[in-house]
């Protein structure tokens, strides 16, 4: 690997265990094994390798494969519903959680990297998709996408926002699954 590679790699660990915020260029030479001049030669500045690495980390996510491990409710049941947001809360109280530093991600003016992650809303909707109903991504419609989908990154973004100010109070799958009993309940009921 060139420096160019060995700083990102350094980034993204960085960015998992210290963020944006306190993640230094010295933090990101010290855990690349590079030095300072490389971060400007190969990308400019600090911040702009930072958004790099946080958009190389998004890309390396995945709701397939590995994240539907521990699941095997029937897709689309209410069980299933309650094991995947189960599955999210609890990485949520691990170091280096993804979805914390996607809470960051909001409130740092990188439009670069927000850009990008706007545009990668519906894949993201369609990945939950998948994984919550057990389809495989490609067969999830962009129509699915923009509805179901966009219902289920709305949830994320609320159960994030709720983990990040306030992990004691937050919900689990076991809360989330007894609203969305409540809400059917009240949506059937004749």
Request: charged residues 25%; glycine residues 10%.
């Amino acid at each position: 690997m060139g420096h160019r590679e060995d700083l990102l790699e350094g980034a993204k660990r960085c960015l998992l265990a210290k963020g944006f915020a306190r993640t230094t260029a010295r933090d990101i030479v010290k855990e690349s094994g590079t030095n300072l001049a490389s971060i400007g030669y190969h990308y400019g500045s600090k911040d702009a390798l930072l958004a790099q690495a946080y958009l190389a980390l998004v890309e390396e996510m995945s709701f397939e494969g590995d994240g539907d491990a521990g699941i095997s409710a029937p897709p689309g049941s209410l069980e299933r519903f309650r094991e995947v947001w189960s599955n999210i809360a609890e990485s949520m109280r691990q170091p280096g959680s993804m979805w914390r530093l996607g809470m960051e991600v909001i409130t740092i003016d990188l439009p670069e990297v927000r850009d990008h992650l706007a545009r990668a809303q519906r894949e993201g909707g369609r990945g939950l998709v998948s994984l919550l109903m057990g389809v495989p991504e490609e067969e999830v419609s962009d129509e699915t996408a923009d509805t179901l989908g966009r219902f289920y990154m709305t949830l994320m973004s609320g159960l994030i926002a709720q983990w990040t100010f306030d992990p004691k109070t937050a919900p689990d799958g076991d809360v989330l699954t007894e609203g969305l009993r409540q809400i059917i309940e009240a949506a059937t009921r004749t």
